[in-house]
Structure formats: structure tokens, C-alpha cells
């Protein structure tokens, strides 16, 4: 009785920290609607965080770098955040915060924040990008899949368990913040 009694208790994992990273694609959008439904779930003490990394790496290339831009593309970032954290909060979640990043998306939402957050999942979503571009510059999504030390979980449909629009029907996706 006591082996049934353990992998019950297993299978009732709850997670506790949840990290969803937010890119302001359709994707993601659909990760942070499934998490949110996950955190209420899991009870008042699950917090959820959201992270937008900004990929300094695109700032490289620029000659006339200058900080006005990155301060433009981190307040566009902050805004959009703060429209997650809303939804959230009115979705019922209490314990819900949000942090940009700056540096190289993969190894941050992969590695170093989920260690420094004590993260047990990882919710991303499926990649937007064709078979050329992954080929050309690879998915952030398959790399944490393949490299995180933590649970991931890749979202692929909506709230419904729908397949995701395909990028023809989702033409003009904008998140209305």
C-alpha cells in the first residue's frame, strides 16, 4: 500500500515556480495564458515569473550604438510586462512578478535564471519560426527543451487544447495591452 500511496503523491506534483518567457509572439502568449491556468491550479503559492530577455547580441552590429534605443526597446518591454502582470492578477493570481533580462536569450531562459529563481518548469512556447530560420539561427525553444535542467513544458495549443493558429490565420497578432 505504501508504493501506491508514494506514486500517488508523485503524480500530484504541483509546481511551485513557474518561468515563462515572453517575446511578444503569438507563441508566448498561449504559454503565459496555459501558465497562469497552471499557477491558479497549483494553489496561492505557486508564483509565476515572467521574464523578457532582450538580446543585446542584436545591438552588436549597430555602429552608431546608442543607449537611447536599448532604454526605448526596455520600456516597450516594461509595458508589455506590466500588461501581463494585470491579466494575471485579474485571472486571481497574487503571486505573479516579471524581470528583462539582457544578454543571450537561450542561456538565460535555459540556465541561469531558472537557477537563480529555483524554478521547477519552464513554460515556452513551440518555436514561430520556419525550418530555414531554425536551421539559420536555431529556437530558443529547442534549445532550453534540450539544455534546461528543469522540467519544460512546450505549449502548442490554446486554452481549449486547440492546435495554435497557423501564422497565415494569425496574420497581424498584436497584444492589446
Not at 521574464?51 to 543607449?67: C, E, G, K, L, M
Not at 515556452?124 to 539544455?147: F, H, K, M, P, W
Request: glycine share 6%.
Amino acid at each position: 500500500m505504501k508504493g501506491i500511496t508514494e506514486r500517488v503523491i508523485r503524480m500530484l506534483q504541483r509546481y511551485k515556480n513557474i518561468l515563462v518567457p515572453i517575446d511578444g509572439s503569438y507563441e508566448a502568449e498561449l504559454a503565459f495564458k496555459k501558465a497562469v491556468e497552471v499557477a491558479k491550479r497549483n494553489g496561492k503559492e505557486t508564483k509565476l515569473q515572467l521574464v523578457h530577455v532582450v538580446d543585446t547580441r542584436a545591438f552588436q552590429n549597430i555602429s552608431s550604438f546608442d543607449t537611447a534605443m536599448v532604454e526605448q526597446v526596455t520600456e516597450t518591454a516594461r509595458k508589455t510586462m506590466d500588461g501581463y502582470v494585470k491579466e494575471a492578477k485579474e485571472a486571481g493570481l497574487e503571486n505573479i512578478s516579471y524581470s528583462v533580462e539582457y544578454g543571450a536569450p537561450k542561456v538565460i531562459i535555459a540556465k541561469d535564471l531558472p537557477k537563480e529563481l529555483g524554478t521547477d518548469l519552464i513554460m515556452i512556447g513551440a518555436t514561430g519560426l520556419n525550418a530555414v530560420e531554425r536551421l539559420l539561427i536555431g529556437s530558443v525553444t529547442e534549445y532550453v527543451t534540450r539544455t534546461a535542467d528543469y522540467d519544460v513544458l512546450v505549449v502548442r495549443t490554446d486554452l481549449d487544447n486547440k492546435p495554435a493558429l497557423s501564422k497565415e490565420q494569425r496574420k497581424g497578432f498584436q497584444r492589446k495591452d
